[in-house]
């Protein structure tokens, strides 16, 4: 199967790189073979797309458009939003084929979708120039967003108090929500009573995104009084202490280095009754890995295991990751033993600190066998293990 993906995948790209060299380039000649047996589905299509872009050396501007194209992508599916994110990430440099790319590819109804990869891009005039084409309060929330993810901090203020009234777009919660991360982001979260005060005048109700957008931000300038203020207004206004809002203040803590006093944070939720989740102790884990506590992460992983929680693969990928930087090469073994059979690996250079790791605690079966597992599943990183195994004291 994988064989039979990786050649129909070679024949694909060489009609792209010829279609990229042959004039004109008829749309849908990437995609589909030039005597089609079975035409491929649109997720195949975008499966393929998502090969093709991801290829290496990556395809030049041109051919990333007429693979877009080809694809027929439309950021109604998420698998499709995964391409054109990706199809943006190789564009960054080439503002006209996004543009291109934008116009051709999107139609008006997707403004607020084309807003925010204009931003993911950094180009923020052109996200600014679609709103302009058509003002909307989704497309007022997407540039927002995109003024965030491009880091433009004070373009969202000047954004998020002059638009609406010059375009007539009415803000909604998940607009305050946008400027009041974005106050979180850049050191300003002080201005966050203010908006609150706005959007409670304008009758648009908070929900707990707009608490825990403020709570983060007074945790980063380490701004304790504002956050129990904070707290306060969030259960005046009917949002309760969740499960959420606790893993939120958790991981604001552990960030700050004050793990244990996230560990207190838990145990008061606990007397009132909330139970914590994995993300809870994901955050907890890593917390005390990155202060050196490496007793207390082991002791609450087994804690998390005695409860029956499971995490996502980076928990058990970040906890092997420092156990191995702390020498305790036994216990990762054992943390590693139990998600092998999910088959969860964590990258490369976690896995050969484990193999060193093991190899001079005297365990060279253990880490010839991790070799070797590492060599069939990963084929393409076969040399590098070679070279690891050729480097194992003898
Ligand atoms: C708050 O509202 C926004 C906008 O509707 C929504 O995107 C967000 O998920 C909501 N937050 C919660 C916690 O429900
Ligand atoms: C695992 O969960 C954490 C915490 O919710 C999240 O930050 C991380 O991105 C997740 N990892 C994956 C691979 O989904």
């Not at 969202?156 to 919660?173: E, L, N, S, Y």
């Not at 499960?243 to 996230?262: F, M, Q, T």
Request: net charge positive.
């Amino acid at each position: 199967m994988a064989a039979a993906v990786r050649l129909l995948l070679r024949r694909r790209l060489s009609t792209a790189a010829a279609a990229a060299t042959a004039p004109p380039p008829t749309p849908g000649s990437i995609l589909n073979p030039s005597s089609p047996s079975t035409p491929l589905t649109s997720q195949q299509k975008t499966r393929l797309a998502i090969s093709l872009l991801k290829s290496s050396p990556p395809p030049p501007p041109d051919q990333i458009l007429s693979i877009c194209r080809a694809a027929a992508l439309s950021p109604e599916t998420h698998i499709d939003r995964v391409a054109f994110s990706l199809a943006v990430s190789k564009l960054k440099s080439a503002p006209d084929t996004l543009r291109d790319l934008a116009s051709t590819v999107l139609t008006p109804n997707h403004a607020p979708y084309a807003i925010v990869l204009f931003g993911q891009a950094g180009l923020l005039s052109d996200a600014i120039s679609t709103f302009h084409s058509s003002p909307s309060t989704r497309s007022l929330n997407a540039l927002l967003f995109a003024c965030i993810i491009s880091g433009n901090h004070a373009e969202a203020a000047r954004i998020f108090q002059t638009f609406p009234d010059a375009h007539g777009v009415k803000p909604d919660t998940d607009t305050f929500n946008n400027i009041i991360k974005s106050f979180a982001e850049s050191g300003t979260i002080r201005s966050f009573y203010s908006v609150f005060d706005e959007m409670c005048k304008k009758g648009v109700k908070p929900n707990a995104t707009t608490f825990t957008n403020a709570i983060t931000g007074f945790y980063k300038e380490e701004r304790f009084d504002d956050v129990e203020k904070v707290i306060e207004l969030m259960k005046k206004h009917g949002c309760g202490e969740s499960l959420p809002v606790y893993n939120v203040r958790v991981h604001c803590l552990c960030k700050l280095g004050r793990s244990g006093e996230a560990k207190a944070l838990v145990n008061e939720m606990l007397k009132k009754g909330t139970k914590p989740s994995w993300v809870t102790y994901g955050h907890l884990i890593h917390g005390f890995c990155r202060e050196g506590d490496l007793d207390e992460a082991k002791r609450l992983y087994k804690e998390m295991g005695k409860k029956g929680l499971e995490g996502n693969c980076s928990l058990y990928f970040s906890l092997i990751y420092f156990l191995c930087k702390g020498g305790d090469f036994d216990t990762a073994l054992e943390v590693y033993n139990e998600i092998a059979p999910k088959n969860w690996v964590p990258c490369f250079s976690t896995m050969k600190m484990l193999v060193n790791g093991l190899a001079g605690t005297s365990r060279m079966d253990e880490a010839k066998g991790i070799i070797e597992k590492m060599k069939e599943k990963f084929p393409a990183k076969a040399d590098s293990w070679k070279e690891v195994e050729e480097a194992l004291p003898q």
